[in-house]
């Protein structure tokens, strides 16, 4: 691996590591920034759903005690956490099904920038109206959610295939709706997105192990690495921003970066 490939990726890697919890989609950031970077090769993409896992395995350290907790509570048959793995398996699996029919028109998307920016845009617009239609909160707790209510955050989440709509938005936004609070929305995400991207990386990576070689592996393993510990500083302080700002700022900021981005495809 050369200085510039290196530094791509370690560029690469920050920006998974800082945008993967936010509503702005990782994704579509990615894919930007490759776009200025000259990040190309056979494992681009493969490289743009390996490293979100490396940003998403943050939440297993943070929140290790809960999970634990849920798993412990889940044995002892507990009401409150079989109702949490309920949700967070039926949260799960329209991603698992979709995703697997959908995969091939997945990856071509993840090579459009001009996607990126048009969903960033959409994004950012439905925020917005969403922050004003959103019903009063009545669900405090991922445990309170009905099957019905965990299912359809999941099939929410699925539009995020959509690069550059944001799996995190999607599924916060989904939530509001179906009036969960803010910290609860922002929690499940970060809860789901560990399983979610733990089967779309291991499917990845068996449709295209044969044709990864010792370079790709190696700039996916960097990339995964400095993703992780990027989330670290992230995941927490996001709780603290939603709650006290919203969702509105993320809105904005997509919609001016979306709009520079096309201006930079078509107009430079």
Known sequence: ????????????????????????????????????????????TTFKIVVQLGAILAVLVVYAQRF???????????????????????????????????????????????????????????????????????????EELSWRNALLIGLFQCIAMIPGVSRSGATIMGSLMLGVERKTAAEFTFFLAAPTMVAATAYDLLKTWDQLNFEDFAGIAIGFGVAFLTALLVVKSLIAVVGRYGFAPFAWYRIALGAGALAFLYLV
């Not at 560029?11 to 989609?25: A, D, K, R």
């Not at 798993?71 to 949260?91: H, S």
């Open 68 to 142: 634990i907790g849920v798993g412990l509570g889940a044995l002892q048959a507990k009401p409150a956490d079989l109702a949490f793995v309920r949700n967070l398996a039926l949260a799960v699996l329209p991603a698992m099904v979709i995703g697997v029919f959908a995969y091939d028109a997945i990856k071509l998307m993840l090579e459009n920038p001009t996607i990126v920016a048009v969903m960033l845009i959409v994004g950012g617009v439905a925020i917005l109206i969403i922050e004003k239609i959103a019903p009063p909160p009545v669900i405090h707790g991922i």
């Open 1 to 44: 691996m050369d200085q510039n490939s290196l530094i791509s990726v370690i560029i690469l890697g920050i920006i998974e590591g800082l945008t993967e919890f936010l509503p702005v989609s990782s994704t579509g950031h990615l894919i930007l920034a490759a776009e200025l970077l000259g990040f190309k090769g056979p494992a681009e």
